[in-house]
């Protein structure tokens, strides 16, 4: 098995009204040349979380950050005029947590993080702002705490 120290969240960048399944992901991906969905897991609006890569697997998720991690995508991020948004349902939410914390379990230690956090630190005050963000994704707040 592969040393894990990292678990980033992501949103699937679709808007929150239209569908968007595992199968529609994984088509997504491979037209954008990755060997299957790059996330380890899948959370749908309905809270049903899918495994969509195993995780002895490298993801493609976090350009840099692969090797290491783990990661977790949720159906939307985009509100109706597609604009990014925290669009998160009650389900998505609790199975989040659920998942995170199950992983913490396996993998003691991880930072866990949203996909923007990894964008580089351009002012060099050692703290990721928004106007430094490369992406909003996952268009909330993720902190170790809320998992803990």
């Not at 592969?2 to 595992?22: G, K, M, P, Q, Y």
């Not at 088509?27 to 995780?55: E, Q, S």
């Not at 050692?126 to 490369?134: H, N, T």
Request: proline share 5%; net charge neutral; aromatic share 10%.
């Amino acid at each position: 098995m592969r040393e894990i120290n990292l678990i980033v969240v992501h949103c699937s960048a679709t808007r929150a009204d239209r569908d968007f399944t595992e199968n529609d992901l994984e088509v997504c991906h491979r037209h954008r040349g990755f060997n299957g969905a790059g996330y380890h897991f899948y959370i749908r609006k309905n809270g049903d979380i899918k495994n969509t890569r195993p995780l002895e697997k490298p993801g493609a998720h976090a350009l840099g950050y692969n090797a290491y991690s783990i990661g977790i995508c949720y159906e939307g991020g985009l509100d109706v005029r597609y604009r990014p948004a925290d669009t998160r349902t009650e389900w998505q939410k609790h199975s989040l947590r659920v998942l995170i914390r199950t992983l913490l379990m396996d993998y003691p230690g991880c930072r866990v993080c949203g996909h923007r956090d990894l964008s580089p630190d351009r002012n060099g005050d050692g703290r990721i702002s928004p106007e430094e963000w490369v992406k909003e994704c996952p268009c909330f707040e993720v902190t170790s705490k809320l998992y803990e």
